[in-house]
């Protein structure tokens, strides 16, 4: 398997990653049992196109003693149709999944599954639960979407959410700056004030000091809390000097 070079440092979840985000969104183009659903070899397709492209392989075995093999037979009744009777088996099989980083073979990542048939032959029924229990495990563990619509109608849903919260930080980190900049302008005013009535910068400057890492620089405050911890103790001092206390 030949990696690009540029992908060969990626360790295995940055791999994953980014075979989720090639593959994101499947469109549901088979109809079988009354429903539309993805089928198997769109869903390779796509995940085992990325896996090629990133280095990254899929191994899955067998867990042994866990295979199940359970015999039914019931009825089916339906209206107007006479009693039909079914012979047939449910086989079960826990298995394991394993992705390894082609590019660092000794990095993995196991999952367990299970694979769940039921036809008239065991060996069938093994089958459709493998076909069926593969294509779920590729969908679920990377977390692919499916969608009976046009799926770049559900890419542009996913661009607007990341918009939305690219919006939402940029918000929050404004409203923090803005209000880091007021407690600045009420240091500011305080410090003012008590310089006004001792002649002296010195005391500010220090309060400033002891709270910012040694630095005096009120402009140079960085975190907030730091800044109201300033601004109480400088209001406590200025208080004390308007009662005419040292």
């Not at 000794?106 to 593969?134: C, H, K, P, R, V």
């Not at 003012?192 to 001792?198: S, V, Y």
């Not at 040694?214 to 402009?219: E, R």
Request: aromatic share 8%.
């Amino acid at each position: 398997m030949a990696v690009q070079l540029e992908y060969a440092n990626l360790n295995l979840y940055q791999k994953l990653l980014k075979i989720q985000n090639a593959a994101a969104v499947l469109q549901k183009t088979k109809r079988g049992f009354n429903f539309n659903y993805v089928p198997e070899d769109e869903v390779l397709a796509k995940v085992t196109g990325a896996m090629q492209k990133y280095g990254v392989m899929l191994s899955v075995s067998m867990i042994p003693g866990s295979c199940e093999i359970i015999p039914r037979e019931y009825t089916i009744i339906k209206d107007k149709k006479p009693p039909q009777e079914v012979h047939d088996v449910i086989v079960k099989v826990e298995v394991e999944y394993k992705w390894t980083n082609v590019d660092s073979p000794t990095e993995q990542i196991s999952n367990n599954w299970l694979y769940i048939g039921q036809m008239e032959d065991a060996s069938q029924a093994f089958g459709g639960g493998a076909t069926y229990g593969n294509r779920y495990f590729l969908m679920k563990s990377l977390q692919l979407a499916t969608t009976e619509a046009d799926p770049d109608e559900y890419r542009s849903k996913q661009r607007q959410a990341v918009n939305d919260e690219e919006f939402e930080a940029k918000r929050v980190e404004e409203e923090a700056a803005a209000k880091l900049k007021q407690i600045k302008a009420d240091i500011k005013s305080i410090g003012a004030e008590i310089i006004a009535i001792t002649n002296n910068k010195g005391t500010v400057a220090d309060v400033v000091a002891k709270h910012n890492n040694g630095n005096k620089n009120l402009s140079n405050i960085k975190d907030y809390s730091v800044a109201e911890i300033i601004k109480n103790e400088l209001l406590e001092i200025k208080t004390k000097l308007n009662k005419g206390e040292k």
